[in-house]
């Protein structure tokens, strides 16, 4: 540890000459070194008093060799040294520093601090499984110390963080049992699906748990298709006898998996045969295509697409259709010329896990 004084000469008609130092040698501390540096560079060693360690040296007494004045306006006094082993947390008073010259008198007080112990903070979390979403998550745990002292929740708090996210410090209550930990994580620091919470106990002088995360999922998100085209026209066909292939035009259909569910979803179409207003059947058929062949859309449901996305991702599905993917209307020779119409039903189901 070290301290440090810094002695500053302000302004005035006089130097200050012959300061006299008179500093707090705590007994809780082994000083090892002692300089002065002055602001023009200088510097000069400070002989420390013999410890025979029976005997504490109660203060240090030296004698400045250089004066401070408005060219030479500032001394950084530093003594170095190290604190005692100590077998208990033990509490250094803050003690007076006094600086005398001819024109001058000061005096500071050094700060108090404690020596603690080698102590490690331990935590220990119960483990948790799964929320609704909407609720919070309850954190539950215990906190010890590994010196085996007492010790109570004075100044003891978990800080934690949420998918990287920091939370608000819990400060542990003097009303519950020592190093009893129990708080609620809020519903809207969560994520639907995997959340991890990591977690760690400080105690009020500094001395911390190793990180602890744990993983919650939140369940109860909706699986839906947040956004399927109304209306879809698909590209006018010229007849002219011969078999003709159509796209559809403007068609989206995006499925949003908020559940939270490891499970893939799976997205089926069934169609109407494609009429016009006086009734008549087109000679042709909408199918599916998935690069590889062709499958009628009719009242049995065609698998569309089926994926496992990340909770509150949207997925466009006909954004990811290739050239040779997708919704194609074929009409045979037979069809004839007219404005025709069918309705397409998608269907959104979650996939059974094997």
């Not at 008093?49 to 005997?55: I, K, L």
């Not at 042709?284 to 690069?291: A, M, P, S, V």
Request: net charge negative; proline share 5%; glycine share 8%.
């Amino acid at each position: 540890m070290e301290y440090e004084y810094v002695l500053s000469y302000l302004n005035g008609d006089n130097e200050w000459q012959q300061v006299k130092a008179s500093l707090p040698l705590p007994e809780q501390v082994h000083f090892s070194h002692a300089k002065i540096r002055y602001a023009d560079g200088t510097e000069e060693e400070i002989n420390l008093p013999a410890d025979d360690n029976e005997s504490s040296v109660a203060r240090l007494q030296h004698d400045l060799q250089r004066t401070l004045s408005m060219k030479n306006p500032h001394a950084y006094i530093t003594l170095i040294g190290e604190a005692a082993k100590v077998d208990r947390d033990t509490f250094v008073d803050d003690d007076m520093s006094y600086f005398e010259g001819h024109e001058m008198k000061t005096a500071t007080a050094t700060p108090h601090f404690t020596i603690t112990t080698n102590k490690t903070v331990n935590l220990t979390i119960e483990p948790l499984t799964q929320v609704k979403k909407g609720e919070p998550v309850i954190i539950k745990g215990q906190i010890k110390l590994n010196d085996g002292l007492d010790f109570d929740n004075d100044g003891m708090r978990i800080e934690y963080r949420v998918n990287g996210e920091a939370g608000e410090d819990y400060q542990l209550s003097m009303d519950d049992p020592v190093g009893y930990v129990e708080f609620e994580v809020d519903a809207e620091e969560l994520q639907i699906g995997e959340n991890q919470i990591t977690l760690r106990a400080h105690s009020k002088d500094n001395a911390y748990s190793e990180p602890v995360t744990v993983t919650v999922t939140v369940i109860g998100g909706e699986l839906q298709l947040k956004k399927v085209s109304t209306e879809s026209v698909f590209a006018p066909i010229k007849l002219t006898g011969t078999a003709q292939v159509s796209r559809p035009e403007g068609l989206e259909v995006v499925v949003n998996d908020d559940t939270g569910s490891k499970a893939a979803w799976r997205l089926e179409a069934t169609a109407t045969p494609l009429v016009t207003n006086q009734g008549r059947t087109l000679a042709g058929n909408l199918y599916y295509q998935d690069g590889a062949k062709l499958t009628m859309l009719g009242k049995d449901a065609v698998e569309i697409a089926r994926q496992k996305t990340a909770p509150g991702i949207d997925y466009d599905v006909t954004a990811h259709w290739s050239s040779q993917q997708g919704l194609v209307l074929k009409t045979t020779p037979a069809a004839v010329p007219g404005s025709y119409q069918g309705t397409i039903t998608w269907h959104l189901s979650t996939v059974p896990e094997e």
